[in-house]
């Protein structure tokens, strides 16, 4: 069974810092691209941060949105089947739920999963 179970989410004021973890099960985790999504009130789901699954090697390769660029990172931790995302110089638009994704291509067809979302409150 295939599972994405984020955390770390909560309220931080404006400049703070937060941590979010993605724990996956139930697959490969290696081989795929792990994606962290976000999705405002009455906004559309956007791309913050993404990073390859470079099977067994370190060779990682990973991208922002330029909007997250200088203050967000995202690691992955193949060993512990796990993907993070740390957010520092926290804004008030970076309010939002945050998702984890899992996705690869495997013979043509696309594989892709999705976590439940931890919510991030920006507020003083």
């Known amino acids: 069974q295939v599972q994405l179970v984020e955390s770390g989410g909560g309220l931080v004021q404006p400049g703070g810092s937060l941590r979010l973890s993605c724990a996956a099960s139930g697959f490969t985790f290696s081989s795929y691209t792990m994606t962290w999504y976000r999705q405002a009130p009455g906004k559309e789901r956007e791309l913050v941060a993404a990073i390859t699954g470079a099977g067994g090697s370190a060779n990682y390769a990973d991208s922002y949105a330029d909007s997250v660029k200088g203050r967000f990172t995202i690691s992955r931790d193949n060993a512990k089947n796990t993907v993070h995302l740390q957010m520092n110089s926290l804004k008030p638009e970076d309010t939002a739920v945050y998702y984890c994704?899992?996705?690869?291509?495997?013979?043509?067809?696309?594989?892709?999963?999705w976590g439940q979302g931890t919510q991030v409150t920006v507020s003083s």
């Open positions: 994704n899992a996705f690869r291509v495997r013979v043509g067809v696309p594989q892709d999963y």
